[in-house]
């Protein structure tokens, strides 16, 4: 069965800490990974989209990694904001067209 | 960057009144989109996915004659929650793919409209 489990499912840390968020997938046959960072009442906005053949992709403090052999992928966020304070989205493309979308990790970022 | 336009951005409606929800791609055509539903606190929902010039194919527990797609050109798809009740109250989102290749697999997700149902 094609899913995406994320980990944890919620998360507080302070302002100007670090934070890595888990994203494990069963999808295939796997096209790309996707972490998308969704505001309360917003739609998701996309950080980073990853091919079987990309480790490591960053987009300002945001850096993503992936383990296509492990099927794991990680959000590492650098240097916390309180505007980081989101629900992060983990999204496989099932090569086709088809979106396995994870539940979501909720950050709160506090000062 | 790429835009995707969700109109309104919030409702409020009388129970067994329809309602229309259009997604627009201002700078990109698409012939494929996406329509979600999010309750408070959840993922995103896959209701069905919008093709242009054809019948929208639906989720499994989405009622077809229920939410009508419609996707009239390449710029432009619209969910019609028709006969509203309470139970339709949620966050619908829209989203849709540049078909021109230019930004392969890149999906853009619209604002969200939030949909009150009295």
């Known amino acids: 069965k094609n899913q995406v489990e994320q980990s944890p499912q919620s998360l507080i840390i302070l302002e100007g800490k670090n934070c890595t968020l888990q994203c494990n997938y069963t999808v295939s046959p796997f096209s790309n990974l996707r972490w998308y960072k969704q505001d309360t009442g917003r739609g998701p906005v996309s950080l980073t989209i990853?091919?079987?053949?990309?480790n490591t992709k960053s987009n300002g403090r945001y850096t993503a990694t992936l383990d296509a052999d492990t099927k794991q992928s990680s959000l590492h966020i650098t240097a916390s904001q309180l505007s980081d304070s989101a629900s992060y989205i983990c999204v496989v493309s099932q090569a086709g067209t088809a979106l396995i979308f994870g539940k979501g990790t909720t950050l709160s970022v506090s000062s | 960057g790429a835009v995707v336009s969700q109109h309104p951005s919030w409702v409020i409606c009388k129970s067994g009144t329809s309602v229309k929800i259009e997604c627009r791609s201002l700078?990109?055509?698409?012939?494929?989109m996406f329509w979600y539903r999010q309750f408070p606190k959840q993922s995103l929902m896959l209701m069905a996915t919008s093709n242009e010039g054809s019948k929208a194919t639906y989720e499994q527990g989405v009622e077809k004659d229920k939410f009508l797609i419609n996707h009239a050109s390449l710029t432009l798809s619209t969910l019609t929650v028709t006969s509203a009740h309470p139970e339709d109250s949620s966050f619908y989102i829209c989203?849709?793919?540049?078909?021109?290749?230019?930004?392969?697999?890149?999906?853009?997700f619209g604002e969200g409209s939030r949909l009150t149902v009295l």
């Open positions: 990853m091919t079987f053949s990309e």
């Open positions: 700078d990109f055509q698409a012939t494929t």
């Open positions: 989203s849709a793919r540049d078909s021109s290749g230019r930004r392969t697999g890149e999906l853009f």
